[in-house]
Nanobody
Framework: QVQLVESGGGLVQPGGSLRLSCAAS????????MGWYRQTPGNQRELVAR???????NYADSVKARFTISRDNAKNTVYLQMNSLKPEDTAVYCC??????????WGQGTQVTISS
């Protein structure tokens, strides 16, 4: 059974930082591309950051230079370090494990709220 469990969300003031974690089980993590996506009510889910099995990273323009994605294959965990947070970063953040054409799994998400 595949499980992706996100943690680390919460309420932070503008300019603050959070580190999200997504622990994966039931997938071959080292072969999986891992992504962080976010969604707000009434809007489509959008890609925030993605890291390939080989470590190549890509980011949404809105988070470049502020967010950093990383992975620890020994711990089957992907992280999202979020700095200089803005109110518009408020969303539910979900992680995704994928191997194109083979599997595609989502976590339940963690709420991130940026507010003073």
């Amino acid at each position: 059974q595949v499980q992706l469990v996100e943690s680390g969300g919460g309420l932070v003031q503008p300019g603050g930082s959070l580190r999200l974690s997504c622990a994966a089980s039931g997938v071959i993590f080292s072969l999986s591309a891992m992504g962080w996506y976010r969604q707000t009510p009434g809007n489509q889910r959008e890609l925030v950051a993605r890291i390939t099995p080989g470590g190549r990273k890509n980011y949404a323009d809105s988070v470049k230079a502020r967010f950093t994605i990383s992975r620890d294959n020994a711990k089957n965990t992907v992280y999202l370090q979020m700095n200089s947070l803005k109110p518009e970063d408020t969303a539910v953040y979900c992680c995704k494990s994928e191997r194109v054409g083979v599997w595609d799994y989502w976590g339940q998400g963690t709420q991130v709220t940026i507010s003073s």
